[in-house]
């Protein structure tokens, strides 16, 4: 049972301090009243664990998709707010967001609203959450909007794998075949390199070119590393910038094939979430303001923080967007909903329209570059079996003569 410390001034007027315990802030009042205390003062007190975490994990969207699906179904059910953190704070898999649940339950507890209770913890509940949160409790449709944010995580979470797996499926068939080719250049053509010097014959151009290329590499590879590494953190400094990192949001958009995928896939983020907090109750100044944290890539950020600015200034929402940069598609729906009163309804028919798209675009992508990635280093393998066994062939010629 949780405790409470209090300050309040007894019948005879003395100011006393002591703890107390009940279920909920409310009891405790309710309690020390009877007990003739005027002035009340609660605090909860917080029982301390010790633990020893060093990498805790981070709270992704499949979790927050947990979470609020098992907060409405218990709300939903007739369960208190503060019963069902309590039971999902130990039912939770990822330890973050459970030790989270634990704290903002207490905050509950001690008489504070759950939004209020889950901002205090930023890197574990998003903007977005708390103030869809914020909303229902403020209208008393929690758990509808509970059930509305659950579907959000859950559609975020599949569209960023899609772009996730976009991007790193040919990078990562690439890292591999070039580390293969660098062993073969390392470990095995110095082994034909040593056959060949004890021959003393001239070496074909291909094989002398390829044994060059690996001598280089084995001289050097100290600092062929270092440059590696040396890059990978100059990148890393880049993007951390903030003009590092619209840079390459930039190039990111510009690339062919990915790019359209990033951009959709973005827009897609951007249109889910700006309907879910629409509808949720969060006004459209907000919920734009919201809406450009999730988008993912910087460009599209400025682009929303923009229009935001011009709807804070009377004009309207589709007029605001840059065709420059959102596509007309999405501004006509955007026009079609502000017209009608049903613009979260557009915006999500326009998410899953994106959605699809880059489905598409993820499946020609993989089969297209597929074969393409397998003809390119079956190419680059033929070449260095050749240039290896061009001396030997070479010499089966000499002998047959």
């Known amino acids: 049972m949780p405790k409470f410390k209090y300050v309040a001034r007894d019948k005879y007027g003395v100011v006393r301090e002591d703890v107390i315990y009940a279920p909920d802030a409310g009891a405790a009042q309710v309690e020390l009243e009877k007990r003739g205390f005027e002035e009340i003062k609660l605090q909860i007190i917080e029982a301390k664990k010790f633990s020893i975490n060093l990498f805790k994990p981070k709270v992704k969207e499949k979790d927050l998709a947990i979470f609020t699906r098992q907060l409405g179904a218990l709300i939903n059910a007739g369960v208190g707010i503060a019963e069902a953190l309590e039971i999902l704070s130990e039912q939770m898999p990822n330890k973050t967001l459970a030790e989270a649940l634990k704290k903002v339950k207490d905050d509950v507890v001690a008489g504070m609203s759950l939004s209020k209770a889950m901002a205090k913890h930023k890197n574990v509940f998003p903007d977005f959450l708390v103030n869809l949160i914020e909303a229902a409790e403020e209208s008393g449709n929690l758990d509808v909007i509970l059930q509305r944010a659950t579907q959000y995580y859950e559609k975020i979470a599949a569209i960023k794998r899609k772009i996730v797996s976009a991007a790193w499926y040919p990078a990562m068939v690439v890292i591999i075949a070039t580390v293969i080719v660098l062993g073969i250049l390392t470990f095995i053509v110095p082994t034909f390199a040593e056959i060949y010097q004890s021959m003393g014959s001239e070496l074909p151009f291909v094989t002398q070119l390829l044994i060059d290329i690996s001598n280089f590499l084995k001289s050097n590879i100290l600092i062929i590393i270092g440059v590696v590494i040396g ?171």
């Open 231 to 401: 890059l990978v953190i100059l990148n890393k400094y880049i993007y951390s910038t903030p003009k590092g990192k619209e840079f390459y949001h930039r190039l990111f958009l510009k690339l062919p094939i990915l790019g359209d995928i990033f951009l959709k896939g973005a827009i897609a983020k951007f249109s889910r979430t700006l309907a879910t907090l629409i509808a949720g109750g969060v006004p459209i100044i907000r919920a734009l303001e919201i809406s450009s944290s999730v988008a993912g890539n910087v460009v599209i950020e400025k682009a929303i923080l923009k229009a935001k600015d011009s709807v804070e200034k009377g004009q309207e929402i589709y007029k605001s967007l840059d065709p420059k940069i959102f596509p007309p598609i999405l501004i006509a729906m955007v026009r079609v909903g502000e017209d009608t009163g049903r613009l979260d309804e557009m915006l999500d028919t326009v998410a899953d329209f994106f959605e699809d798209e880059v489905d598409r675009a993820v499946e020609a992508l993989i089969s297209t570059i597929e074969p393409l990635l397998i003809v390119f280093i079956g190419a680059i393998v033929g070449f260095i079996l050749v240039a290896l066994y061009l001396p030997i062939f070479k010499m089966g010629e000499l002998i047959q003569q």
